[in-house]
């Protein structure tokens, strides 16, 4: 089964601040990895699929990179209503396997 | 409306049975590969398995420690998708959800859960 691992576990940074979310799988997956944010007590919320491609109404301060193992998300300028958690998926095969999760906190 | 709604959950003691149930709306059902998905309290998420669509053979998966115990199926005419629970254990105890996941179309779309509880 492939493994995901996340990093950080969590983070702590101020509004305007660059932020970067890597997530690694334990062998090569193409692009077939989603990015989801949770916010407290709410549903999970796909932001993008194949890696990079962001659903509509996604801010534009969010982006997606990579391929194969190595992937991250990045919010170019945080905002006080993107604290939330934050977990990479693949869907390349099953198990589809979720990463642990990286909490994003405003510093 | 897109929408998925979950019912079935409640509290059933260890070694016990629930069927959960997911009907969606808004789309169409038949051609979509369905998930479900938990999350134990204060936990991260936890893939469960799949369904394919019935088109595609309706195969399921499951993750490894649901395997024997969890089935899916799905009635298309009924527009519903199942989560047959048997020999449930404490470990269980989460908010499953239902979801199309990030390939189907439409992308992304989830219930708002329903909360499984096994305790005796």
């Known amino acids: 089964d492939i493994q995901m691992t996340q990093s950080p576990v969590s983070l702590s940074a101020s509004v305007g601040d660059r932020i970067t979310i890597t997530c690694r799988a334990s062998q090569g997956i193409s692009n077939y990895l989603a990015w989801y944010q949770q916010k407290p007590g709410k549903v999970p919320k796909l932001l993008m699929y194949?890696?990079?491609t962001l659903l509509s109404g996604v801010p534009s301060r969010f982006s997606g990179s990579g391929s194969g193992t190595e992937f991250a998300l990045t919010i170019s300028s945080l905002q006080p209503e993107d604290v939330a958690t934050y977990y990479c998926?693949?869907?390349?095969?099953?198990?589809?396997?979720f990463g642990q999760g990286t909490k994003v906190e405003i510093k | 409306e897109v929408q998925l709604v979950e019912s079935g959950g409640g509290l059933v003691k260890p070694g016990g049975s629930l069927r959960l149930s997911c009907e969606a709306s808004?789309?169409?059902?038949?051609?979509?590969?369905m998930s479900w998905v938990r999350q134990a309290p204060g936990k991260g998420l936890e893939w469960v398995g799949r369904i394919k669509s019935t088109t595609d053979g309706g195969a399921t998966d499951f993750a490894a420690p649901v395997k024997g115990r969890f089935t899916i199926s799905r009635d298309d005419s009924k527009n519903t998708l199942f989560l047959q629970m048997d020999s449930l254990k404490a470990e269980d105890t989460a908010l499953y959800y239902c979801?199309?996941?990030?390939?189907?179309?439409?992308?992304?779309?989830w219930g708002q859960g329903t909360l499984v509880t096994v305790s005796s």
């Open positions: 194949a890696a990079s």
């Open positions: 979801t199309t996941g990030p390939a189907t179309v439409p992308r992304g779309i």
């Open positions: 998926q693949t869907y390349s095969s099953a198990p589809r396997t």
């Open positions: 808004g789309f169409t059902f038949s051609y979509a590969w």
